[in-house]
């Protein structure tokens, strides 16, 4: 008989059960139209479609490293065109680093380029900084360069690194995009922006954020209306892979949004629909005390084989298994489980039926 420790260790693949990170409107992780220094778990592919003040974003971001992310974006403006008063599309692509994890007293840190490839309409780069103060309340604070640096600016700090810093080049004319013009990184005026992320139930997380984007090119040519840096919004988590997102933003326009978030590392069903495990055998209380068992002939080949039989009933394979008194090791091949827990849980209940 087996006492009350069981060590099981499983040679399975383990399952991610990483918290889904929070998108903004340009479907990156972060507040609402301003990032944060957050990351998406690893090899997590999201899809985000967001609409506000004419503007519909479609954003595919990819955790490519557990530290670098990239996006592409696809946005339909209306009324841009200052002659024709039609609309226009563009194509942007992001990239984004988190230098510095988070610890007990330090924030994360990470640096981004957005639109770094494209026609430049949403150009604009940052560094940004986030920490959790307590479990359910995050606050951000970032400086931003180009879009985020195009309201309350003020000189660029990295002027006095050389006077290249202070002044940022335009676009060149006729530019249609597909040309990195790392020439304007981090250039020009710089701006302060940042927030707070509440997270008031498990799947409601409230935000509020100012807003260091001037929107100046929309407030020129599409008639939106610029009244307040501050946005506000909220988020709903449907389950770990569906959001949904409603936002106040500038003081003038209601948006929405939604997200839907894929992770090879993560099942794409739950468990529970197979046949039930088996029923756990009650020690009785006269063999608890008895350690010598293990010692008996024949008792530790006859448990390999009972346990053996009764895993590939339910579709796994012993591959290596140790006894003790008190406890017993094994190494088990699973492929039927997409759920570690339930390979280790159906494991449990048939060691304590041998």
Same mark, same amino acid.
């Given at each position: 008989?087996?006492?009350?420790?069981?060590?099981?260790?499983?040679?399975?693949?383990?399952?991610?059960?990483?918290?889904?990170?929070?998108?903004?409107?340009?479907?990156?992780?972060?507040?609402?139209?301003?990032?944060?220094?957050?990351?998406?778990?690893?090899?997590?592919?999201?899809?985000?479609?967001?609409?506000?003040?004419?503007?519909?974003?479609?954003?595919?971001?990819?955790?490519?490293?557990?530290?670098?992310?990239?996006?592409?974006?696809?946005?339909?403006?209306?009324?841009?065109?200052?002659?024709?008063?039609?609309?226009?599309?563009?194509?942007?692509? &992001?990239? #984004?680093?988190?230098?510095?994890?988070?610890?007990?007293?330090?924030?994360?840190?990470?640096?981004?380029?957005?639109?770094?490839?494209?026609?430049?309409?949403?150009?604009?780069?940052?560094?940004?900084?986030?920490?959790?103060?307590?479990?359910?309340?995050?606050?951000?604070?970032?400086?931003?360069?180009? *879009?985020?640096?195009?309201?309350?600016?003020?000189? !660029?700090?990295?002027?006095?690194?050389? &006077?290249?810093?202070?002044?940022?080049?335009?676009? *060149?004319?006729?530019?249609?995009?597909?040309?990195?013009?790392?020439?304007?990184?981090?250039?020009?005026?710089?701006?302060?922006?940042?927030?707070?992320?509440?997270?008031?139930?498990?799947?409601?997380?409230?935000?509020?954020?100012?807003?260091? &984007?001037?929107?100046?090119?929309?407030?020129? #040519?599409?008639?939106?209306?610029?009244?307040?840096?501050? !946005?506000?919004?909220? &988020?709903?988590?449907?389950?770990?892979?569906?959001?949904?997102?409603? !936002?106040?933003?500038?003081?003038?326009?209601?948006?929405?949004?939604?997200?839907?978030?894929?992770?090879?590392?993560?099942?794409?069903?739950?468990?529970?629909?197979?046949?039930?495990?088996?029923?756990? #055998?009650?020690?009785?209380?006269?063999?608890? !005390?008895?350690?010598?068992?293990?010692?008996?002939?024949?008792?530790?080949?006859?448990?390999?084989?009972?346990?053996?039989?009764?895993?590939?009933?339910?579709?796994?394979?012993?591959?290596?298994?140790?006894?003790?008194?008190?406890?017993?090791?094994?190494?088990?091949?699973?492929?039927?489980?997409?759920?570690?827990?339930?390979?280790?849980? *159906?494991?449990?209940?048939?060691?304590?039926?041998?």
């Amino acid at each position: 008989m087996l006492n009350k420790t069981l060590l099981i260790a499983l040679l399975s693949a383990p399952v991610g059960a990483l918290a889904q990170s929070s998108l903004t409107t340009f479907g990156t992780p972060g507040l609402i139209d301003m990032p944060s220094a957050e990351s998406a778990p690893d090899a997590e592919l999201s899809t985000t479609v967001s609409y506000f003040g004419g503007t519909t974003r479609t954003t595919l971001t990819f955790q490519i490293t557990p530290r670098l992310s990239g996006s592409f974006r696809y946005t339909g403006i209306q009324n841009w065109n200052l002659v024709t008063g039609g609309g226009t599309f563009d194509r942007s692509f &992001d990239l #984004r680093y988190r230098l510095v994890d988070e610890g007990k007293y330090r924030p994360s840190i990470a640096v981004g380029l957005q639109d770094f490839i494209g026609t430049g309409i949403y150009s604009g780069e940052y560094v940004v900084a986030s920490k959790r103060i307590i479990p359910t309340v995050t606050v951000t604070g970032g400086i931003g360069w180009g *879009r985020f640096g195009s309201f309350n600016g003020f000189n !660029n700090p990295l002027g006095g690194l050389s &006077d290249s810093f202070n002044a940022r080049p335009t676009a *060149r004319q006729g530019k249609l995009g597909g040309v990195v013009e790392s020439a304007k990184w981090f250039r020009g005026d710089a701006a302060f922006f940042g927030g707070v992320a509440w997270q008031a139930t498990p799947k409601l997380t409230l935000k509020a954020e100012y807003s260091s &984007d001037g929107y100046t090119r929309e407030v020129s #040519r599409t008639g939106f209306t610029r009244k307040s840096p501050y !946005n506000f919004g909220l &988020d709903y988590k449907v389950n770990s892979s569906f959001n949904l997102y409603a !936002n106040y933003l500038y003081g003038s326009e209601f948006g929405a949004g939604v997200s839907i978030k894929l992770n090879p590392k993560e099942p794409a069903v739950n468990g529970g629909a197979e046949k039930a495990p088996q029923p756990v #055998r009650v020690r009785l209380p006269q063999n608890v !005390n008895e350690l010598g068992w293990t010692n008996l002939p024949n008792v530790q080949k006859n448990l390999r084989k009972a346990t053996s039989d009764l895993l590939v009933k339910d579709g796994m394979v012993l591959e290596a298994m140790s006894v003790s008194p008190k406890s017993v090791t094994l190494r088990l091949r699973n492929e039927r489980y997409l759920a570690s827990a339930e390979a280790i849980g *159906r494991t449990a209940r048939i060691l304590t039926r041998v």
